[in-house]
């Protein structure tokens, strides 16, 4: 039993290049989650996903897109990297419990 | 929107001492509160929630206590020891909003041997 699990740790980006982060669970959560975290800053909520087929915003959507085509899979797609999305992307699950499950995170640079 | 803020950026404590992180939060309607801790390179671990309908809660070693007049939200750590290092966030919850989570800034514990 894994939990959740994230691909690549880490990523340094070109600016405008593309990528996508995985991010994976076994434990059959419905609710999934993407946050990033800056520097020094609690965590920000970019998008979330309450079943397979079904997303929505978060606090921070701008330059990220995601989809749910499954339960186990949440990938958060970044299409145009830009400086100001250098941070660390954390993935969260969530079942029937009030806990939230977090994987290792992805830092990703873009220079 | 309303956020969950920590008081203190910093804390250092001695090994073996009781450690008290607080956090302020604005959000009234909140349903309940959790603490997280995160290490260095890792993601955040659940250490203890409370519902908004309490004043306190216990786990192993952990205290949270909520005084709701005040908004105000706090863990307390006994007999700290050195694993206990590592950034503490406070965050806010609502069943109504499909339990996404608003999370403060977070404390540095540092613990001293």
């Known amino acids: 039993n894994a939990g959740v699990t994230q691909t690549p740790k880490f990523r340094i980006l070109k600016i405008g290049q593309s990528m996508t982060l995985q991010c994976t669970q076994d434990?059959?959560?419905?609710?999934m989650y993407w946050y990033r975290q800056d520097p020094g800053m609690g965590l920000k909520l970019i998008y979330y996903?309450?079943?397979?087929?079904?997303?929505d915003k978060g606090e921070v959507p701008n330059g990220y897109n995601v989809s749910r085509s499954t339960t186990e899979d949440f990938p958060l797609r970044l299409e145009l990297a830009a400086p100001s999305q250098t941070s660390v992307y954390f993935c969260?699950?969530?079942?029937?419990?009030?806990?939230?499950?977090f994987g290792p995170g992805t830092r990703l640079t873009v220079t | 929107g309303e956020s969950v803020g920590l008081h203190l950026p910093t804390l250092s404590v001695q090994e073996g001492d009781n450690s008290i992180i607080n956090c302020a939060y604005s959000?009234?309607?909140?349903?309940?509160f959790i603490w997280y801790k995160q290490e260095s390179g890792k993601g955040p671990q659940f250490i203890i929630d409370?519902?908004?309908?309490?004043d306190k809660r216990q786990g192993q070693r952990v205290t949270v206590l909520l005084n709701k007049t005040v908004k105000h939200l706090s863990l307390q750590i006994a007999a700290t020891q050195p694993g206990d290092s590592a950034v503490y966030f406070c965050?806010?919850?609502?069943?109504?909003?499909?339990?996404?989570?608003?999370f403060g800034a977070g404390t540095t514990v540092t613990v001293r041997a």
């Open positions: 969260s699950t969530r079942g029937g419990s009030r806990e939230q499950y």
């Open positions: 434990m059959n959560h419905n609710y």
């Open positions: 996903s309450v079943g397979a087929g079904i997303t």
């Open positions: 959000n009234s309607a909140s349903d309940y």
């Open positions: 409370i519902r908004s309908n309490m």
């Open positions: 965050a806010e919850n609502m069943y109504s909003n499909d339990y996404k989570l608003s």
